[in-house]
């Protein structure tokens, strides 16, 4: 069974960092992505960006180049969103989700099958 463990969510004030964690288990998949998403209570859920094992391509859409980061360890199946200079508007759930994937990832939210629970992020200030 493909499970997906986010952690590392908490208070930020204005400026700050925080770095989430999406610990994945029972994936057996030759090649898979690992989305990163966001949703806040009564709107769509946002595609942040995403890695793809084993070759380590990454993409992080254009709004959030300059502030967030995606990395992963392949051996640990364990994925990071280091986010910077965090706002009061990134206040959200953030979510890793993953699927088998062939060719570049993209962080669009129907092409994952595997959600894990999520971890809030609220940004003071």
């Known amino acids: 069974e493909v499970q997906l463990v986010e952690s590392g969510g908490g208070l930020v004030q204005t400026g700050g960092s925080l770095r989430l964690s999406c610990s994945l288990s029972g994936v057996t998949f030759d090649e898979y992505a690992v989305g990163w998403f966001r949703q806040v209570p009564g709107k769509e859920r946002e595609g942040l960006g995403c890695i793809k094992s084993p070759d380590n391509f990454r993409y992080i859409k254009d709004s959030w180049k300059d502030r967030f980061t995606v990395t992963g360890n392949n051996a640990k199946k364990t994925t990071y969103l280091q986010m910077d200079n965090l706002k009061p508007e990134d206040t959200a759930e953030y979510l890793c989700?993953?699927?088998?994937?062939?060719?570049?990832?993209?962080?669009?939210?129907?092409?994952?099958?595997?959600w894990g629970q999520g971890t809030r992020v609220t940004g003071t200030s």
């Open positions: 989700a993953t699927s088998w994937w062939s060719g570049p990832c993209i962080p669009l939210s129907h092409r994952y099958n595997y």
